[in-house]
C-alpha cells in the first residue's frame, strides 16, 4: 500500500497570506490528524478527522482550519500567515479512532 | 490528563553501546503506548507499539515493555548502530482521545 503523501513539501509565503496544505491517506483509513512541529514546542496536535467530522480539536486560534472529504483526503488551511506559524506540518492516518497513526513526510512551512 | 514524559537528551552512545529511553506516561482510561522515530528531513515513522499492560513491541532489535505498575515505557536495544542516530519519540493514545507525544530524545551513535 502506498502511505500518506502531503503536498506540497515545502512552502515559502509571506506574514498575511493564506495557506492549504493537503493529506492523502493511507487507503483504508478514515481517519487524519494534524500535527504541528517546531524545535521549541515539539509535536502539538490541531486537530483530528473521521469521516468527514472532527472528531477531536487541539489548542490553536481559528485561524487553522481542516476539513475532510468523502474519499478520506484531508486539507487543513491557515490564515492570516504569521512567523511563528513556519513549522513542519505532519498528517497521519488510521483506520479507525484508536487505531496506530501512520505518518507522512510532511510540509516545511515558512513564513517570511 | 493524559501526558508523556521522556528523558530529555541529546544522547551520544559510541556504536555497539546499550541504549536506554525512558519514558513514563499519565492517562486517564487504558492507553496505547508507541515509539516513533524521526529521521532528519523525514516524517514520523511507527518504530513499535504495545496495548496492554505487560506486553513487550520489539521491531529492529528495539523493545519497549509496558509497564503499568510504573507507568513506564522504556525504550532499549542491546548494541547501537550510527544508523540508529535519529530523534526518538514516546506516545500514547486513549481511544477518542488524540495521540500525545513526548518531547522527543535525539540520539547520536558514533562510529
Known amino acids: 500500500k502506498a502511505g500518506v503523501t502531503q503536498t506540497p513539501r515545502y512552502l515559502i509565503k509571506t506574514r498575511g497570506q493564506q495557506v492549504t496544505l493537503s493529506c492523502s491517506p493511507i487507503?483504508?483509513?478514515?481517519?487524519v490528524s494534524w500535527y504541528q512541529q517546531t524545535p521549541g514546542q515539539g509535536l502539538q496536535f490541531l486537530f483530528e478527522?473521521?469521516?468527514?467530522?472532527?472528531?477531536n480539536k487541539g489548542n490553536f486560534p481559528g485561524r487553522f482550519s481542516g476539513r475532510q472529504f468523502s474519499n478520506s483526503r484531508s486539507e487543513m488551511n491557515v490564515s492570516t500567515l504569521e512567523l511563528g506559524d513556519s513549522a513542519l506540518y505532519l498528517c497521519?492516518?488510521?483506520?479507525?479512532?484508536?487505531?496506530?497513526?501512520?505518518f507522512g513526510p510532511g510540509t516545511r512551512l515558512t513564513v517570511l | 490528563g493524559n501526558s508523556v514524559t521522556q528523558m530529555e537528551g541529546p544522547v551520544t552512545l559510541s556504536e555497539e553501546a546499550f541504549l536506554t529511553i525512558n519514558c513514563t506516561y499519565t492517562?486517564?482510561?487504558?492507553?496505547?503506548l508507541f515509539w516513533y522515530v524521526q529521521y532528519p528531513g523525514e516524517g514520523l515513522q511507527l518504530l513499535l507499539k504495545?496495548?496492554?499492560?505487560?506486553d513487550k513491541g520489539s521491531n529492529k532489535g528495539f523493545e519497549a515493555t509496558y509497564r503499568k505498575e510504573t507507568t513506564s515505557f522504556h525504550l532499549e536495544k542491546g548494541s547501537v548502530q550510527v544508523s540508529d542516530s535519529a530523534v526518538y519519540f514516546c506516545?500514547?493514545?486513549?481511544?477518542?482521545?488524540?495521540?500525545?507525544f513526548g518531547a522527543g530524545t535525539r540520539l547520536t551513535v558514533k562510529p
Open positions: 504495545a496495548t496492554k499492560a505487560d
Open positions: 478527522y473521521f469521516s468527514e467530522t472532527q472528531r
Open positions: 506516545a500514547l493514545r486513549v481511544i477518542n482521545n488524540d495521540m500525545r
Open positions: 497521519a492516518s488510521s483506520p479507525g479512532q484508536a487505531d496506530t497513526q501512520y
Open positions: 492517562a486517564t482510561g487504558y492507553p496505547s
Open positions: 487507503s483504508g483509513h478514515r481517519s
